[in-house]
């Protein structure tokens, strides 16, 4: 009874937080006790509420008390510790669910501290002291607490497993290493163990080497986030003024067109208005006339009638014409027209610089460029719709099926002049231009095509190479016969050799600098590689032989 009174006594003196006797008690006005350290930093961290509490009943204190020690209370302490009795064990250091557990406590056990590998117990801190004290344990092994101590027991022997068998690669007794493991490369754990520990030093100096490495990575891979999410608002903005310098811009036309045809309504409308009021005036004037006229006729003096006919019977000459040639009735119309074309001629540019706009934003790749791909569904991940520009078309060619389809003609085509159309060479240029990594197939029908890639700037006109796809350093070109290919560069040609295919597959690394032809039949077969460096966006090009047709593929 006198052990659970000092028990009680010592559970009256420690501080509910720190779980301790108490340092600086003080008294709060609920009543209850803390170090006066441990209520100022719960109290310290409520600040931020305006309200504090106490810990154990959570009554509420507005504002903050003020602390005090007490007196007292602190006196009392400091005897209890003069008796040598010292705080009970707090709760945190019982073992809970997850701790190793004190072999020789009995009732509720405390947190082990040690593990002895030689008594295969695990110890609290006071039942580990003899470990310390006694020379008996000199020779001990302490540990970090485990629960797996009787995995260094040999189940066969019962023996402590204090050797290594290399050649089964497993802990032994040393019964074992003259039993079932006799004749094998046996040491013991200790050496062992110190064996694996120089290996275990060089993989971590290569794991720390790899970490080193792998955070100034981090560090550049953030700066690049950094230089990335700079780079896109310093476009954003950019782009921003660009536009709405481009709105104001339109917006300006559309009033200067709105105010020059209203001006000049009103300049046409005034102009008619005079004009009709003097004709009304005249129409009055000869209305008048006529009705003395009219007068002077019904009169029956002989006399009177003479008198006054010459004077009356005069006209003064109109000074208009006789009649108002009015035309069909279209005046602005003309207007409508010209902004329509203005419209379509804007258009027309923003859809072949749109896609280009759009695909040199997905162009921006901060990581190295991945591998060509391997399959036929690895490069249709890449596939482009590409359509085929009417005004670059020489006009013995005629497009079909949405612009996808061209054919080589027997009767020249009745295109509108145009300075992107190629005027002596039988091809034709896509409307999108291709950057980044890109895919398309071309099958054809008839005697051959030259399927190519050309910069914008590529010449149109004359019968010169510098016009001629694959034969100058602005395009490059695979040509496809019936029964052959060559591949096109400045003029150079190489013989290529692969299977015979009336489809040819082109996969383009732009920013890598890859240019790939490859037959397209049941297998891709790679027929020709370019590895260079391209410094404008490319067109796909075609060549069509006559009697031939051709045609860009849907993929999707």
């Known amino acids: 009874m006198a052990e659970k009174g000092v028990q009680l006594d010592r559970e009256t003196f420690s501080c509910s937080i720190c779980l301790d006797l108490l340092k600086d008690p003080v008294a709060i006005p609920c009543g209850h006790s803390y170090c ?3 209520i100022k930093d719960h109290w310290d961290r409520e600040d931020e509420k305006e309200i504090h509490s106490c810990p154990q009943c959570r009554k509420s204190f507005k504002p903050r008390p003020e602390l005090l020690k007490s007196t007292m209370l602190a006196v009392l302490v400091e005897e209890l510790k003069k008796t040598g009795l ?6 945190h250091c019982y073992a809970g ?12 056990k405390l947190k082990a501290l040690k593990s002895c590998l030689v008594c295969l117990v695990s110890y609290c801190e006071k039942h580990l002291q003899p470990h310390y004290e006694s020379p008996m344990f000199e020779h001990h092994k302490l540990v970090e607490p485990t629960e797996k101590l009787k995995d260094n027991i040999c189940s ?3 023996e402590v497993m204090k050797m290594f068998c290399r050649t089964d690669q497993q802990c032994i007794c040393y019964l074992c290493s003259v039993d079932q493991h006799k004749g094998h490369d046996t040491v013991t754990a200790a050496a062992e163990r110190t064996e694996r520990q120089r290996e275990l030093e060089v993989s971590r100096q290569n794991i720390q080497q790899r970490i080193q490495d792998r955070e100034k990575d981090v560090k550049v891979l953030q700066q690049e986030v950094e230089a990335i999410n700079r780079s896109a608002d310093e476009t954003v903005e950019d782009s921003e003024k660009i536009f709405t310098k481009l709105i104001r811009l339109m917006e300006k036309r559309r009033s200067d067109v709105k105010q020059q045809v209203r001006s000049q309504q009103e300049t046409e409308v005034s102009r008619v208005k005079e004009l009709q009021e003097k004709l009304e005036q005249e129409i009055t ?3 008048r006339k006529d009705a003395e006229l009219n007068k002077l006729s019904h009169t029956e003096d002989h006399n009177h009638f003479l008198h006054n006919y010459p004077s009356l019977s005069a006209l003064s000459e109109s000074t208009h014409s006789s009649s108002i040639n009015i035309r069909p009735l279209k005046y602005f119309e003309d207007v409508t027209a010209a902004v329509s074309e203005v419209r379509d001629k804007l258009q027309d540019v923003l859809r072949e610089t749109w896609t280009h706009i759009l695909v040199t934003v ?3 790749d901060v990581l190295p460029s991945q591998s060509e791909p391997k399959t036929r569904a690895g490069f249709l991940k890449y596939s482009r719709e590409i359509t085929l520009n009417p005004n670059t078309a020489n006009t013995w060619l005629s497009l079909s099926e949405g612009d996808r389809k061209v054919t080589n003609m027997e009767d020249e085509q009745s295109y509108s002049s145009h300075p992107d159309r190629f005027t002596v060479w039988d091809q034709v240029l896509s409307r999108e231009s291709l950057t980044g990594r890109c895919y398309w197939e071309v099958e054809w029908r008839g005697g051959g095509v030259e399927v190519a890639v050309a910069y914008k700037n590529i ?6 190479d510098q016009s001629s796809f694959g034969r100058n350093d602005k395009s490059w070109l695979l040509d496809c016969d019936n029964d052959s290919y ?3 560069y400045n003029k150079v040609q190489t013989p290529v050799s692969g299977p015979e295919s009336s489809r040819v597959g082109v996969y383009l690394d732009h920013s890598a600098g890859i240019l790939s032809f490859y037959s397209i039949s049941e297998t891709m077969t790679l027929l020709h590689r370019v590895q260079t460096t391209f410094t404008q966006p490319l067109y796909a090009g075609l060549y069509i032989y006559p009697e031939t047709t051709a045609e860009l593929c849907k993929l999707k």
């Open 86 to 91: 010292q705080a009970a064990p707090a709760d």
């Open 362 to 364: 997905t162009e921006v």
């Open 156 to 158: 066969r022997h019962n």
């Open 459 to 464: 010449s149109r006109t004359g019968e010169s």
């Open 36 to 38: 006066m350290n441990c």
């Open 285 to 287: 004037e000869l209305k």
């Open 486 to 488: 060559t591949f096109w």
């Open 97 to 108: 669910p997850e701790d190793v557990t004190c072999d020789f406590c009995t009732g509720r």
